[in-house]
T-cell receptor, first 110, second 115 residues
Framework: GNSVTQMEGPVTLSEEAFLTINCTYT??????LFWYVQYPGEGLQLLLK?????DKGSNKGFEATYRKETTSFHLEKGSVQVSDSAVYFC?????????FGKGTRLHILP | DAGITQSPRHKVTETGTPVTLRCHQT?????MYWYRQDPGHGLRLIHY???????DKGEVSDGYSVSRSKTEDFLLTLESATSSQTSVYFC??????????????FGPGTRLTVT
């Protein structure tokens, strides 16, 4: 079946550090891939997406590349800010539904 | 802003009582979804709808029912609430930026506590 596995948190970094949050997936066919972000007390917001192999999604300094050969979609940012503190969800879209990973909580220290 | 509202935003209810949560959208999207979010589980799909009166079950549908009598409203009902249904409930709509993209946009959530 379809599933998403992402690194467990919490992840704690200092401001301006490099961020990687790992995500791998299992899916039949060719799913779309997403990263969502959830700030405290809010709903999920779509951060970026990729719809086919080798696509790179990017937004707000975050990037992720759809790697079919390694079934991965790792989230990266070159220099994190305190305002990036949130929970990040990797997800795949298939058959009119989205399957979410369990989320990774990110803390950025000033 | 995807134009999604949820009501109520917070509710406390007693075990055994019926509860209905409402999701309202203003953009005429065909697909609507209900999820629950619990620590350690991420988001899990309860039910979804692909049109008026067309609904299907998700992975955690037991104890929940849904109805969609008009495009803009998708109701989630707990027929007899239990403490295990204490959770944060999110509604979502599916975007229309491309047939294959499947991205969804979320409402602000309803925090439900069953005592």
């Amino acid at each position: 079946g379809n599933s998403v596995t992402q690194m467990e948190g919490p992840v704690t970094l200092s401001e301006e550090a490099f961020l990687t949050i790992n995500c791998t997936y299992t899916a039949t066919g060719y799913p779309s891939l997403f990263w969502y972000v959830q700030y405290p007390g809010e709903g999920l917001q779509l951060l970026l997406k990729a719809t086919k192999a080798d696509d790179k999604g990017s937004n707000k300094g975050f990037e992720a590349t759809y790697r079919k050969e390694t079934t991965s979609f790792h989230l990266e940012k070159g220099s994190v800010q305190v305002s990036d503190s949130a929970v990040y969800f990797c997800a795949l879209g298939r058959d009119d539904k989205i399957i979410f990973g369990k989320g990774t909580r990110l803390h950025i220290l000033p | 802003d995807a134009g999604i509202t949820q009501s109520p935003r917070h509710k406390v209810t007693e075990t055994g009582t019926p509860v209905t949560l409402r999701c309202h959208q203003t953009e005429n999207h065909r697909y609507m979804y209900w999820y629950r979010q619990d620590p350690g589980h991420g988001l899990r799909l309860i039910h979804y709808s692909y049109g008026v009166k067309d609904t299907d079950k998700g992975e955690v549908s037991d104890g929940y029912s849904v109805s969609r009598s008009k495009t803009e409203d998708f109701l989630l009902t707990l027929e007899s609430a239990t403490s295990s249904q204490t959770s944060v409930y999110f509604c979502a709509i599916r975007g229309t930026s491309g047939r294959s993209s499947y991205e969804q946009y979320f409402g602000p959530g309803t925090r439900l506590t069953v005592t």
